[in-house]
């Protein structure tokens, strides 16, 4: 109770902005109350996102579209669209669907766990991005604006809603490797830097050599306390005769974090503590762990867990494509209807948000004979839990899954509709920096409300 | 502009209808219930105002538009048929030009087609469309802030007259007044050492340092002290680095660059560069093109690293031409926006793919200096004299001789042969031991030399280079190898030309452009140069991005300053010494950095320099430091570089190596950028990861058990060992408040573990990362 009468008065003492509240959060002890920087009552209170860096192509996964095989080796006037490279006619997914759960939304073969799951998941058919090129994209994606130096949506919902555990950062990056324009694309920008993405690559399971330096060799619990408490000791004083500086704050409190991050996140970070009947769950592989990690984390309260499901671009089939998304497929199958369930039975699904989807879509027509190319005019990705609809397919794309057609959700109007499941007015959620008021979405977006339970 | 020109001249002279006549009835009716229909159902799905995104620049709803036409020129000649592209686009003649892409016209329907260019093309009802770019307007162009020749401005009426010490501070007094904001006191002369030190060379200064600064009683006291910091060696190893960061250095690079030479070369040119104060202009051409320049030296062909180090991209063989003529171009893109930023502060790469759409570059400027770029090979040269080359060359002979003698020799496992081998190896030792320049033959530069990109066989590619060969390249449309468009002669940018720029003459053109970015590009490279020694200063520019001095960067803050100090530093030979005197012996530097409620509120940036910037030390300072307090430091100077995970790697930071594809962990935490792109600045950023590396890396730990034996040899008791600390560390003696905690902390237990936690506390503390 003494610290939540602390937490309401040091915002108020701060003029309660969120700036304000990230802070308040950060000082906020473990397991704190429901935060209070949003706009009006979240349904979401952290979010899991599974990102296909290189992008899938939804008629392989989540889209069907039978014409394909009618206009085999064609190229209609409705697919002369421009991309990245020089396509050819169209080729034929030849992966096959069947309506799944009670929904009956139709789910193709390759996903044959994950359509066990089907009716928790919103299929969105119809969104679409600006630029076929991945930098341009994945910024669009991840930051809001095709260029490179703009917030990332972890660190604006971090902004907004500080961490709700702070022996753990509160956004964390998960990739075992390095994504295409990597540290870039979890930049905290002109927010306060505290709100930037925590890269951690998980390719070794030992938390000690995810997290460069986690433990120190030498020193027991007690005497690192000991120092540490002196040290805080100096540096407060430090502070003190110099006035407010967020510089000096900010390495005091992450100076703190740090400390109980060490037993924190030995444990979090650890999924060889999960009984073998969990790991099985999930199977094995890099993307496997990576969501199992995830549900540890977003179990502990850590806002935002980011996955890339591979080093560069492993989605990025521009040649071989059927044979490389069988094995892509796979790969993620097993593990993301472990992660759906797994949230489910704890009760988390309720207030998490799981999001699914590449930079952008791939091409219906074929890249040097059997692959495909990068597509921003329309693609497939998916929302699941807190405050979604499940079992929906919303929006469509045309008849050969190149451009979204109807129901049309720009990356601007997902981004909206991510704050709004978290309690946030998109259009509110502001900072003020190089004399404007800067938001995630700009000076577009909209909610997309029906797809909101 | 110009091409338009010509289309309106060429649609007077032609037959049939001029733009201004009314078509006849019956043209009218042709063409609204013949070609209308066609226009609408075939063309204009992507050529059309109505649609957002055109295809090849090509416009066929209204006359003007098909006039003056897309990328690849006028669409048709009225009245001429046979001269007509669009023509040859429907009768699908030509591999490259097919239209409708989605399935070929009639032959009835090209047959109206014809009919109606023979009749001139009459288009009733169309008002002229204006293209989406009509063009750079020049005249207006020239006229940005950022392009003017920089000028002494006249100095602004203060209320306090007595602040000012140097002109600059005239400007800066000048804006606070206006704002009714005033400067803060004179910082402490132990804080000003503790600054400036750190600021010129990178590292705290000593307790004998600090000592005579505090009790120099002249008037010239803090004059000299900058003097003596510009002549030290460390001067150029701290500034050095600053450069490194915009050349995108790096020790390793990616495994197929085709250049196997030493980058260190090039480091320790850059740094010595900076030590002898080399005229900006000259440290900007020998970068470019010092194996052009007639005067330079041998040694100088090592500056050529900044483009020779430049990142390669991998080249596919196996795939189409067209496919490696694209990677090659994204080569030339990052060396335009290297050098575009680095030296211009101008993004001239946005104008790559269509005419850049906020500042005065056209596309034809980049390809312009792209054939700069295309007519340079990045391969290893040597910066050795001829003798000495020769002399090197021929020791690398005989070791070549006596390795091949070892490696038979080894087949033999008599105790004869190991003998032998002994012997050679000893000799081998000998040669390098007596042949300078053995281990530095090479750097990673340029050579004259045209890139070719060329079929081999159906599907496969080679890459040829001509040498000597300079040549000029197409203009790439909308970014596209594979579609060429007019040939650009190689010449500097528009903009910064007195009027149409000359084409370059001698060789690849690397020595013009590198001139012309001194001199006619002066105003930029100038300006540019300044305001980032000034941030770097400062941790603010007077203009805040300091690699776009464009209409997308942020204006001056104080423009008649940046003016005023770019002017005077060209009149002062271009020299950064000169620069940094300019810079801290002004008034507005010397402040306290002391926070003030009053004027927080007023200004909370610090945009109007109110007080000093209190500065986070940078990675390279902060461990150097760690390494000087604790007596570990090696001053050695140049060469190879060495790991910095490697425990007994004592040098500064400069040295650790840097790779191109996996940066360190320490410097990663700490925002050291990344060396794949040029960085215009470090983007300071506070994690809890960097505090683990605080509280656990072996680093901390092995500099805090240096310390300790540092501190028991220099003072005899805990007291006197507390202020040494803090004279080591913090340029100041402990308070008493301050001794006491740290005497309560040392005696429970008192041992030698817990003087280490203490120097330990000492090393991650605030104090000793922040300089005020």
């Not at chain 1, 920087?37 to 939804?58: E, K």
């Not at chain 1, 179990?299 to 069988?326: A, C, K, L, S």
């Not at chain 2, 709803?61 to 669009?86: C, N, Y």
């Not at chain 2, 602040?163 to 400007?171: A, K, L, S, V």
Request: glycine share 8%.
């Amino acid at each position: 109770m003494t610290t939540m009468v602390t937490r309401r008065e040091m915002i108020q003492n701060l003029g309660g902005g969120i700036g304000a509240l990230g802070l308040a959060s950060l000082l906020a002890t473990p397991s704190s109350a429901a935060p209070t920087g949003t706009h009006f009552a979240p349904r979401a209170r952290r979010v899991i996102h599974l990102f296909m860096n290189g992008g899938p192509f939804g008629p392989d996964l989540l889209d069907p579209k039978p014409a394909l095989h009618r206009f085999a080796g064609q190229r209609p006037a409705e697919v002369d669209l421009r991309t990245e490279r020089q396509t050819a006619g169209l080729m034929p997914s030849p992966f096959r669907f069947r309506p799944c759960g009670q929904s009956g939304v139709q789910v193709s073969e390759l996903l044959p766990r994950l359509a066990t799951c089907i009716d928790d998941i919103c299929v969105l058919r119809s969104v679409h991005t600006d630029n076929p090129n991945h930098g341009p994209a994945l910024f669009l994606m991840n930051n809001g604006s095709v260029t490179p130096t703009r917030p990332s949506l972890g660190a604006w919902l971090s902004y907004g809603l500080g961490t709700e555990n702070a022996e753990l950062p509160g956004f964390v990056v998960l990739c075992p490797g390095r994504p295409v324009r990597f540290s870039e694309l979890w930049t905290s920008g002109f927010l306060p830097s505290e709100h930037q993405g925590t890269y951690i690559n998980h390719s070794d399971l030992d938390p000690q050599r995810m997290i460069p330096f986690l433990r120190n060799p030498s020193l027991s619990v007690a005497a690192q306390r000991r120092e540490l408490d002196l040290l805080r000791t100096l540096n407060e004083e430090h502070r003190a005769e110099r006035g407010p500086d967020p510089a000096l704050e900010a390495r005091i409190q992450t100076m703190e974090t740090a400390y109980r991050m060490q037993s924190a996140a030995s444990d979090a970070f650890d999924i060889r503590r999960e009984p073998a009947r969990t790991r099985e769950m999930y199977g094995s592989g890099h993307f496997a762990n990576a969501c199992l990690l995830a549900r540890r984390l977003a179990e502990r309260g850590v806002r935002f867990t980011q996955i890339y499901y591979g080093n560069g671009q492993p989605w990025d089939t521009h040649n071989n494509h059927n044979e490389q998304v069988r094995g892509l497929a796979r790969d993620i199958d097993q593990p993301i209807a472990a992660l759906l369930t797994d949230l489910k039975q704890r009760g988390l699904l309720d207030d998490t948000l799981v999001i699914w989807g590449g930079e952008f879509g791939r091409t219906p027509t074929s890249e040097s004979g059997n692959g495909r190319d990068h597509n921003h005019w329309g693609f497939t990705m998916w929302l699941a839990g807190a405050g979604v609809r499940g079992g929906m397919a919303y929006g469509s794309s045309d008849d050969f899954g190149f451009r979204a057609a109807t129901d049309k959700v720009h990356i601007h109007d997902l981004h909206a509709t991510i704050l709004h499941l978290l309690g946030f007015d998109h259009e509110r959620l502001t900072y003020r920096h190089a004399g404007r008021d800067y938001r995630l979405t700009d000076v577009h977006g909209e909610v997309v409300r029906p797809i909101l339970t | 502009m110009h091409r338009l020109g010509t289309v309106l001249l060429s649609a007077m002279l032609m037959p049939g209808l001029s733009a201004a006549q009314s078509p006849s009835p019956t043209d009218v009716d042709f063409f609204e219930s013949k070609v209308r229909p066609l226009l609408v159902q075939r063309c204009h799905e992507c050529h059309s105002t109505k649609i957002k995104k055109q295809k090849g620049g090509l416009l066929l709803d209204s006359r003007a538009a098909i006039l003056e036409g897309g990328d690849t020129g006028p669409a048709l000649v009225p009245g001429h048929p046979e001269k007509s592209l669009l023509m040859q686009a429907v009768r699908q003649v030509n591999q490259k030009l097919q239209m409708p892409r989605n399935g070929k016209l009639r032959a009835q329907e090209i047959a109206v087609l014809e009919e109606w260019i023979r009749r001139g093309a009459p288009y009733p009802g169309s008002t002229d469309t204006i293209k989406q770019t009509a063009g750079i307007d020049w005249a207006k162009g020239r006229k940005f802030w950022s392009f003017q020749s920089p000028a002494l401005q006249p100095l602004p009426d203060l209320r306090d007259k007595a602040w000012p010490q140097r002109r600059g501070d005239h400007f800066i007094l000048a804006e606070l007044e206006k704002r009714e904001l005033s400067p803060s006191k004179p910082a402490d002369h132990r804080v000003l050492i503790r600054r400036a030190t750190f600021d010129l060379i990178g590292l705290p200064p000593t307790p004998a340092e600090i000592d005579a600064f505090v009790n120099d009683k002249n008037a010239d006291a803090y004059a000299r002290l900058i003097d003596r910091l510009l002549a030290s060696p460390q001067y150029g190893e701290r500034w050095g680095r600053f450069w490194l960061d915009l050349a995108r250095y790096c020790d390793i690079p990616e495994p197929w660059a085709d250049y196997k030479g030493q980058p260190w070369l090039y480091r320790d040119w850059v740094v010595r560069a900076f030590q002898e104060d080399l005229p900006y202009d000259q440290f900007v051409q020998k970068q470019l093109a010092a194996d052009l320049m007639p005067k330079s030296e041998p040694g100088d062909r090592a500056a050529l690293g900044f483009l020779g180090l430049s990142p390669q991209y991998w080249k596919e063989l196996l795939l189409d031409k067209d496919v490696i003529k694209g990677v090659v171009a994204e080569e030339w893109e990052e060396r335009i926006y290297t050098v575009g930023s680095t030296f211009l502060g101008l993004t001239i790469a946005c104008a790559r793919c269509h005419d850049h759409k906020f500042d005065p570059i056209s596309t034809q400027d980049y390809y312009a200096l792209a054939g700069v770029f295309a007519s340079s090979r990045q391969i290893d040269v040597s910066v050795l004299s001829d003798k000495e080359s020769r002399t090197v060359q021929d020791a690398a002979a005989k070791i070549q001789i006596l390795q091949e003698q070892i490696k038979k020799a080894k087949t033999d496992k008599s105790p004869e042969a190991a003998k032998r081998i002994a012997e050679w190896n000893t000799q081998i030792e000998q040669i390098k031991k007596t042949t300078p320049g053995h281990d530095r033959a090479r750097a990673p530069g340029l050579i004259e030399s045209s890139i070719q990109v060329l079929a081999d066989g159906l599907h496969k590619t080679k890459v040829k280079y001509k040498p000597g060969v300079a040549e000029d390249i197409h203009v790439q449309i909308r970014g596209n190898p594979a579609s060429p468009g007019a040939l650009v002669a190689r010449r500097f940018l528009t903009v910064l030309s007195a009027d149409s720029p000359k084409p370059f003459t001698q060789g690849s053109g690397r020595l013009e452009l590198a001139r012309s970015i001194v001199t006619q590009g002066a105003p930029l490279s100038a300006r540019v140069f300044v305001n980032r020694i000034w941030k770097q200063h400062f941790g603010t520019g007077i203009v805040e991005t300091p690699s776009d001095f464009g209409v997308q960067g942020t204006p001056p803050s104080h423009p008649q300053l940046l003016d005023d100090l770019t002017a005077r530093f060209m009149q002062n030979g271009w020299s950064l010494k000169w620069l940094h005197r300019e810079i801290m012996l002004a008034a507005t530097y010397q402040q306290a950095s002391a926070h003030d409620a009053k004027k927080h509120a007023a200004d909370p940036d610090n945009r109007w320099l109110w007080r000093m910037n209190r500065r986070r030390l940078d990675v390279e300072a902060w461990r150097d430091a760690m390494l000087a307090v604790a007596g570990n430091l090696s001053l050695e100077r140049g060469g190879p570089p060495q790991e910095l995970t490697d425990a007994k790697n004592t040098r500064r930071t400069l040295y650790g190596t840097v790779k191109r594809r996996e940066i360190n962990d320490m410097l990663r935490l700490f925002d050291f950028p990344d060396p794949t792109t040029h960085s215009a600045n470090r983007i300071p950023t506070t994690t809890p990861l960097q505090q683990l590396f605080t509280l656990n890396s072996p680093f901390l730990q092995l500099q805090a058990v240096a310390l300790v034996k540092r501190l028991k040899t220099d003072a005899a008791d805990d007291e006197a060992r507390i202020h040494r600390a803090y004279l080591l560390l913090y340029g100041r003696t402990a308070t008493e408040n301050q001794v006491s905690v740290a005497r309560e902390f040392l005696r429970t237990p008192a041992s030698n573990e817990t003087w280490l936690q203490y120097a330990h506390v000492l090393l991650g503390s605030n104090e000793f990362l922040f300089a005020d």
